[in-house]
């Protein structure tokens, strides 16, 4: 595989892939069963899968999940091997995952999905991804958190455009 190969973003359901590249890069040293996530098979849930040559580079999800008592969508399993980071895949797989989402308003939190405002999104962000998602529209809610095995957090929300 060359660095000329073209970078594919696909967007589909959860797969043994995209819970492959999550348990290896988020969850080493776990066990790969908290690579799959409550909500991945939600009919709202959304997968990308970014590919170089064939092979999968990169995933991340956004998968139902309320903030508070507000129907929205959480941002998690954001990864991408290690020696393709820092070459804007991850920025690619987040864009492909906010045009879905934006794309499709209000599909949890109504009974008529289309006509309304995007549900908001969130997620629990790694510190040393913080700067990438607030490029994407994110802020911090805030102060920074640890978790346990994993490290510091912070809490980052999008809200509709
Ligand atoms: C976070 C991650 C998905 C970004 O993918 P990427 O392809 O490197 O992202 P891009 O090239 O589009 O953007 C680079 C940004 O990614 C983040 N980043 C880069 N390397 C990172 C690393 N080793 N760990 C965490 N974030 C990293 C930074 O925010 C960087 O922005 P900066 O240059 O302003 O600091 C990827 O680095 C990764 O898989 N990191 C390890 C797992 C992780 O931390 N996932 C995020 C959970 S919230």
Redesign the pocket.
Known sequence: MSRDDELAIEVGEITDEVIDVRAR??RAGMDPATAHFPGDEHSCAVHVVARLGGQVV?V?SLIPEAIGDRPALRLRG???E?E???????????ERLLEVADARPDEISSTEPGVGEPEPIW????V?????YE?HGFVAVGAEFAIEGIGA?VQMLRTSL
Not at 123 to 126: E, K, M, Q
């Open positions: 890069i988020l990169g991340g954001m990864a991408v290690a393709f980071r820092s070459q804007g895949i991850g920025a690619a797989i987040l997620c629990l962000a790694r040393g991804a913080r700067s990438l490029r957090h």
